[in-house]
């Protein structure tokens, strides 16, 4: 007799992976695979084979499974009737560190004329913004270096030659990372409380001297 015998070609596919980022489950798996001619539907699992997602059109080339959490994964394709389960390997998605505040400003108090420095500690970030308040922290400008505040746009603030008119006012700084697109932080308020320097003549009169 004549027998046939039918050979069943594997499902052939390549996986990128696309990292998390913010602290969120962003990342994604992308597979790629080469159109078979006697194969319509493929079909890709994420959990070692334990589950499939939908079945694709093999000859559409290419498909992404999104809002995956960092971790490693164990890839399989098979076809879209169940047969041939191959693996594609393990496979990590990275996680790319958020931008967290380690070490907040605090509040300062000096005398008119003296200098003050506000400081915080900010880990995964590229970029930083001091801002003011003025209303107590109904709103908050950016603040650029000039004669009066310099390293604004660095994690330490300087306040240079305090005004009497600063008491009260908030300081705080936000930072991001450029290379992520997530929303940037802001660290808590710190106040600036300052103080006018007092006199006391031979009589024992107290007075306070203003500035000018």
């Known amino acids: 007799d004549t027998v046939s015998v039918v050979v069943w070609s594997r499902p052939i596919a390549t996986a990128t992976n696309t ?3 913010c602290g969120l489950s962003n990342g994604a798996f992308t597979f790629s695979f080469p159109d ?9 699992s ?3 084979g334990s589950t499939y997602q939908a079945s694709v059109a093999d000859n559409s080339g290419s498909i992404s499974y999104f809002g995956q959490a960092g971790g490693t994964y164990n890839l399989l394709a098979r076809w879209g009737d169940s047969f041939c389960p191959v693996s594609l390997g393990s496979h990590t998605i990275n996680i790319i560190a958020v931008v ?4 907040q400003p605090s509040d300062q108090t000096v005398f008119v004329d003296e200098n003050s420095t506000f400081t915080a500690v900010v880990t995964n970030a590229d970029t930083f913004q001091w ?6 922290g109904a709103g908050f400008i950016n ?6 505040y310099s390293g604004t746009q660095t994690t330490q603030l300087t306040v240079n030659s305090v005004e009497a008119a600063f008491n009260g006012y908030l300081y705080r700084l936000i930072a991001s990372n450029t290379a992520t697109g997530c929303s940037f932080i802001s660290t808590d308020n710190a106040l600036l409380n300052v103080r006018v320097r007092t006199i006391i003549s031979n009589r024992r009169i107290t007075s306070r001297v203003n500035r000018n």
């Open 143 to 148: 603040l650029t270096d000039n004669l009066t």
């Open 131 to 136: 801002q003011l308040s003025t209303d107590g």
């Open 36 to 44: 078979h001619p006697n194969r319509p539907m493929v079909q890709f």
């Open 46 to 48: 994420l959990d070692g």
């Open 100 to 103: 967290a505040v380690m070490s």
């Open 19 to 21: 990292p998390a980022t």
